[in-house]
């Protein structure tokens, strides 16, 4: 770099001129430079102080990230719903739902917002997050409902058209799959 170059033009003419007949002041080999991309070696003959010119020095290394407790970072979307006084199963809300289908579920009202729908709404936003915080059993149930929207996309993928992707996702519905706790969950 300049440093280089200006101490080279302190030295004395023929002093120069010796070392680059020789091949510089390495011996023949050419002189050596740090860049990002490793070290790099000008070609003898002079030309090492115009390559040094172009290099960029590399930068100092960064410091470590400082550990996950200590890093700012921003909370995935949790459930409206935590508030709400419904019966629990495995630390799991029993939410109500809009559906006409009778089961354990109570029906939602007209016009309210059930844990599907935050699930959809939320889920652009929570799939991206890394860890998610649960606050209550209607967190928990929007977790397990975002993970099985990730996989109705997932096998989605594979449909032509409307038909064929009502049949996947029918098949989907019915397919056994791991409980926490069991093997392959």
Not at 10 to 24: H, I, L, V
Not at 46 to 74: D, F, L, Q, T, V
Not at 134 to 141: F, M, P, Q, S, T
Request: aromatic residues 6%; proline residues 10%; glycine residues 10%.
């Amino acid at each position: 770099s300049s440093s280089s170059s200006s101490s080279e033009q302190q030295r004395p003419r023929g002093e120069r001129a010796s070392e680059r007949a020789s091949g510089g002041a390495s011996g023949g080999r050419g002189r050596e430079s740090q860049t990002e991309s490793g070290t790099e070696r000008a070609p003898p003959g002079g030309a090492a102080h115009r390559h040094e010119a172009r290099s960029r020095p590399i930068p100092p290394h960064p410091s470590p990230p400082p550990p996950s407790s200590e890093r700012s970072k921003m909370p995935a979307y949790t459930s409206t719903l935590n508030e709400m006084s419904v019966p629990q199963v495995c630390g799991m809300s029993v939410l109500p739902i809009k559906t006409s289908i009778r089961g354990p579920a109570p029906q939602a009202r007209d016009g309210e917002e059930d844990i599907i729908d935050e699930a959809i709404k939320f889920f652009r936003a929570n799939i991206l997050f890394a860890s998610f915080d649960v606050h209550g059993g209607a967190d928990r149930a929007l977790l397990y409902l975002t993970l099985y929207i990730s996989q109705c996309l997932k096998r989605m993928e594979k449909a032509g058209n409307k038909a064929s992707g009502n049949k996947i996702l029918f098949e989907l519905a019915k397919e056994k799959f791991p409980m926490p706790g069991e093997s392959g969950w």
